[in-house]
C-alpha cells in the first residue's frame, strides 16, 4: 500500500467497515485498524483474503495501476484472424495489406 488510507479507500469504496474486513479475513479489527494508521503491510498470507474481500486485485491492494488487458478481436473476428495465423506468411501479408487498405478507406470516408 503506498500511503496510510490505500486500505481505509479501498474498504470504504467496498462499503465494509473494519470489524466486517476483519471478520471476512479472521483477523482482528485492530490489526486491520492498525494497518489502516500505520501504513504497514499486513502478513502476506492475509493479502489475498482481503483483496477478495475488497474485490480488487492484490496488485491495487498494494497500490499497482490496474493492469488493462489489451484489446483483443471478439467472436468471428478473433476466429478469422486465428485462422489466418495458420496459413503461410506470404498469405498472412496478402490478408494484412487487404485488411489495412480496408481501414485506410474507411478512415477516409
Known sequence: MKTT???RRL?????LSVRELARQIGESHTNVSYWERSGQLPRSDKLTAIAKALGVSVEELLG?????????????TRQVF???S???????QKIIEVVEALIAQHGRA
Open 5 to 7: 488510507s490505500d486500505l
Open 64 to 76: 499497482e495501476p490496474k493492469v488493462r488487458r489489451a484489446a483483443t478481436p471478439a467472436g468471428k
Open 86 to 92: 495458420r496459413l503461410p506468411r506470404r498469405q498472412q
Open 11 to 15: 474498504r470504504e469504496k467496498a462499503g
Open 82 to 84: 486465428e485462422s489466418v
